[in-house]
């Protein structure tokens, strides 16, 4: 189904509300200090609405605050909504810098399709993005490790009950403060095999960046968190490795090829995308397809599957020590994996951070 964009190339107007009670500098550098994850937000957020008849309109930064949603609200009845995620980092001399923006632009407008919601144009995505920073960027924290979370997200408003592709819709950025993922230090982590829950099923919703999939997972994962586990491993059709709850997974081979699987109910994530560049760039040889859980359990146990890793916004990469199920075992203990995967990680976050050379092109500049 294709949703009609009028307007949709026409040139946005923004208008900036400021707020007559922004957070006290001082309490804002507290809140820096030790952010934490999605527990603080800036002073401003932005909302531009859609219409059926006027297209994208009406931009503006405006005070963080409530939402006022008539009870009808589409969105509430028929989860008719999406959302991205990205960061923005402060590089050594002040500048503030995003990574790339396009993609998620690109990856929010395939969601909008697949939940019949109108496609945002990049520009307008990249311009939200800076919009913000323009009035928030003191919120970008300083030290090592930390970002300023911006989730973009759109919904259907209009208020009626029915089931059709809403005819208004709201689309929102909000930001906040992160922290050191990792306080300690990146450590391997636990994942638990769920073999009664899927996350997605073929022809869903799996490739689209939307709440329902993660509603999905919510009760897996705390079948997870009883098995001593972090994260959940989700399997397509009950055969095939599909994804973590919020990451994709690369499994290592120990002639260093990376092997991704491969399915149309997985979420084409940017960081492994990233991830697997910067891996072909040093030679490793890069397979994406159908991984089914037996090659991975039967690598392991004969020595050619020597590990794997996790990778998403968040977290960025993350080695996985065990994989648990009812009835099973998978342990990783060697260094080869966990080497390359802290390796990989280094230079991404380097990248991201202005420490090392940008040769993809890959970082925009939102403060200029």
């Known amino acids: 189904m294709t949703i009609q964009l009028p307007l949709a190339s026409q040139s946005l107007i ?61 969105v509430l009845h028929y989860a008719q909504e999406i959302f991205e995620g990205l960061k923005a980092y402060r590089h050594a001399d002040g500048s503030i810098w995003t990574f790339r923006p396009y993609e998620n632009a690109a990856r929010m407008q395939r969601s ?3 939940l019949a ?29 930390t970002s300023l979370y911006l989730r973009p997200f759109m919904f259907a408003k209009e208020a009626f009950l029915g089931v059709r592709p809403a005819k208004k819709v709201a689309y929102y950025l909000i930001a906040s403060p992160a922290g050191a993922y990792f306080s300690g230090g990146v450590q391997p982590v636990n994942i638990w095999l769920s073999s009664e829950y899927a996350r997605a099923s073929k022809g869903g919703t799996g490739a689209a960046k939307t709440g329902g999939n993660y509603a999905s997972s919510l009760l897996p994962q705390a ?30 081979r120990k002639d260093g090829t990376l092997i991704t699987p491969e399915s149309e109910s997985i979420l084409e994530g940017i960081t492994r995308d990233s991830v697997l560049r910067l891996a072909a760039d040093r030679g490793h040889l890069i397979e994406q397809r159908k991984v089914t859980l037996d090659e991975w359990r039967d690598g392991a146990a004969s020595g050619d599957i020597v ?62």
């Open 14 to 74: 923004w208008q900036t509300v400021r707020n007559d009670t922004p957070v006290a500098p001082e309490e804002r550098e507290a809140i820096l200090a030790d952010p934490g994850f999605g527990n603080h937000f800036t002073d401003h957020m932005v909302d531009v609405c859609w219409s059926e008849r006027g297209g994208w309109h009406r931009p503006r930064v405006s005070p963080y605050g409530p939402i006022q949603l008539d009870p009808a609200a589409a």
């Open 307 to 368: 590990g794997a890793f996790a990778c998403g916004t968040a977290a960025v990469i993350v080695p996985i020590g065990r994989l648990l199920g009812e009835d099973f075992e998978i342990v990783h203990n060697g260094p080869q994996a966990e080497e390359l995967a802290l390796s990989l990680r280094e230079e991404l976050t380097g990248i991201q951070y202005g420490r090392v050379e940008d040769r993809h092109g890959w970082l925009v500049r939102l403060d200029a």
């Open 117 to 145: 919601l109108p496609e945002l144009p990049s520009e307008h995505f990249i311009a939200s993005l800076k919009q913000l920073i323009a009035v928030d960027g003191d919120w970008v924290p300083t030290a090592p490790e």
């Open 223 to 252: 079948e997870a968190y009883e098995h001593g586990c972090q994260q959940v491993l989700f399997l397509d059709e009950g055969t095939y490795l599909e994804e973590l709850g919020g990451m994709n997974i690369v499994l290592v």
């Open 112 to 114: 909008a399709h697949r």
